[in-house]
């Protein structure tokens, strides 16, 4: 059974760069997009960005700015660095992978459990 | 972006009922809209992807429906388990965008 797992320091002061690690168990992360969704409290799911196991990134415009993802297949780890943070930053952000199909269309068929960053001083 | 429209926003229903939650998207989206259930504090399931295809291991009382801009998520017999907060999702063209959620209530 497939599991992802994320990992990461929990609170993260204000302008700093929240980092974050997805560790993949049980499958091989080889072919498949990877990506980071977050869920600030009270709101609803924010896609950040998605990376191919190749290396081929994509980004939400609204965060490309401050977002870096990059994948560790040796590892079957992939990462997300959130730069200049402010509170609005602060959510429960998931892993999730994509299962490709013909045209580059993929849903999220597996998610880990989520980690909430909480930007303070 | 293409802004996805959750309706309705909270849904209360007893158990054996039949429940419907539509999806609208702001342009079409072909059929390239996936569902999701959520529970507080576990990781977001995928129960229906291609708009109607279950995926597997799902129960066959979910189900899914529609094409271009309108869609539906049908449960067509509320379990006390379908508690949760379910989302659309389109996955057609970047940004990918959800749906602000549904609460359902038991």
């Known amino acids: 059974q497939l599991q992802l797992q994320e990992s990461g320091p929990g609170l993260v002061r204000p302008s700093e760069t929240l980092s974050l690690t997805c560790t993949v168990s049980g499958g091989s992360i080889i072919n498949y997009y990877w990506g980071w969704i977050r869920q600030p409290p009270g709101q609803g799911l924010e896609w950040i960005g998605s990376?191919?196991?190749?290396?081929?990134?994509y980004y939400n415009p609204s965060l490309e700015s401050r977002v870096t993802i990059s994948v560790d297949t040796p590892n079957d780890q992939f990462s997300l660095k959130l730069s200049s943070v402010t509170a609005a930053d602060t959510a429960v952000y998931y892993c999730?992978?994509?299962?490709?199909?013909?045209?580059?269309?993929?849903?999220?068929?597996?998610w880990g459990q989520g980690a909430l960053v909480t930007v303070s001083s | 972006d293409i802004q996805m429209t959750q309706s309705p926003s909270t849904l209360s229903a007893s158990v054996g009922d039949r429940v419907t939650i539509t999806c609208r998207a702001s342009q079409s989206i072909g059929s390239w809209l996936a569902w999701y259930q959520h529970k507080p504090g576990k990781a977001p399931k995928l129960l229906i992807y291609?708009?109607?295809t279950l995926q597997s291991g799902v129960p066959s009382r979910f189900s899914g429906s529609g094409s271009g801009t309108e869609f539906t998520l049908t449960i067509s017999s509320l379990q006390p388990d379908d508690s949760a907060t379910y989302y659309c999702q389109q996955y057609n063209l970047y940004p990918w965008t959800f749906g602000q959620g549904t609460k359902v209530e038991i």
């Open positions: 990376i191919y196991s190749s290396g081929n990134t």
């Open positions: 999730a992978r994509g299962t490709p199909i013909p045209g580059g269309y993929y849903p999220f068929d597996y």
């Open positions: 291609k708009a109607s």
